[in-house]
């Protein structure tokens, strides 16, 4: 998605950009921090209703559930 889009997109509807980040977030950074460490289990919540669980699976896979939360 190239900035403009992004820009585009916050302007037309905050709470979707902020979703949309919090997602990309998990599933990049928290998941690369997650298994640099090699952890079996970690939540986060970033204290405006983002959430993410994040475990280790019996194949070594990492199972990854976010949800997001938007005040309108």
Same mark, same amino acid.
């Given at each position: 998605?190239? +900035?403009? /889009?992004?820009?585009?997109? +916050?302007?037309?509807?905050?709470?979707?950009?902020?979703?949309?980040?919090?997602?990309?977030?998990?599933? @990049? #950074?928290?998941? +690369?921090?997650?298994? *640099?460490?090699? *952890?079996? $289990?970690?939540?986060?919540? #970033?204290? %405006?209703? %983002? $959430? @993410? $669980? *994040?475990?280790?699976? $019996? #194949? %070594?896979?990492?199972?990854? /559930?976010?949800?997001?939360?938007?005040? *309108?």
């Amino acid at each position: 998605m190239s +900035e403009a /889009e992004k820009a585009r997109l +916050e302007e037309e509807n905050p709470g979707e950009a902020k979703r949309r980040k919090w997602s990309a977030f998990v599933e @990049a #950074d928290v998941v +690369e921090f997650f298994d *640099l460490h090699e *952890l079996e $289990k970690m939540s986060i919540e #970033d204290g %405006n209703g %983002n $959430k @993410a $669980k *994040l475990s280790r699976t $019996k #194949d %070594n896979a990492v199972k990854v /559930e976010h949800s997001s939360t938007v005040i *309108l």
